[in-house]
């Protein structure tokens, strides 16, 4: 069984290979975008240093109530801050589930943003740790299309290959 430990752990590692990736951020980077459809660089920030603590929030409330105000907020994020912003929703996760251990997260009811019902362990994992690994990946392929030399390891472990 995936602990609440465990999940949180994951999460943890996420945001630091994240934090890592942006590390090769430019401010030419910005505001680039695949297509005119996506989300820029800049975007794609913004969104990564809220979009696990809004399902977070969601697992405590039963409601996406406070989404919109969440996204507004990280309108406020930039290449310089991100990294703390990415520490203060680590930070804010955890808090935000704090009363619960493993067993309350398994029995407690909510829903994905869809309507689709699933325990809060479930929307820990499948929502919080899912989207933060799916971002990452986003980001580290939008820098590698900027020409950023980084490779697999950075992407996975948020380290280079050491030298050889």
Same mark, same amino acid.
């Given at each position: 069984m995936f602990t609440k430990a465990q999940a949180l752990a994951s999460m943890q590692h996420e945001c630091l290979v994240i934090q890592n990736l942006a590390t090769h951020m430019t401010d030419a980077h910005m505001d680039y975008r695949p297509t005119p459809g996506q989300r820029s660089l800049l975007e794609l920030i913004q969104y990564l240093s809220v979009a696990a603590h809004i399902v977070a929030r969601n697992i405590v409330t039963g409601n996406w109530d406070h989404a919109a105000e969440y996204s507004e907020r990280s309108k406020s994020v930039t290449r310089e801050n991100f990294s703390a912003a990415m520490d203060e929703q680590q930070k804010a996760v955890e808090? &935000? +589930? *704090?009363?619960?251990?493993?067993?309350? +997260? *398994?029995?407690?009811?909510?829903?994905?943003?869809? $309507?689709?019902? &699933?325990?809060? $362990?479930? *929307? +820990?994992?499948?929502m919080c740790l899912k989207t933060l690994v799916a971002y990452r990946m986003q980001l580290f392929l939008y820098l590698k299309s900027n020409g950023v030399e980084i490779g697999t390891m950075e992407c996975w472990a948020g380290m280079s290959l050491p030298p050889s």
């Open positions: 808090e &935000c +589930l *704090a009363d619960f251990d493993g067993a309350a +997260l *398994a029995k407690h009811e909510t829903s994905m943003p869809w $309507g689709t019902p &699933c325990t809060g $362990g479930e *929307a +820990l994992v499948n």
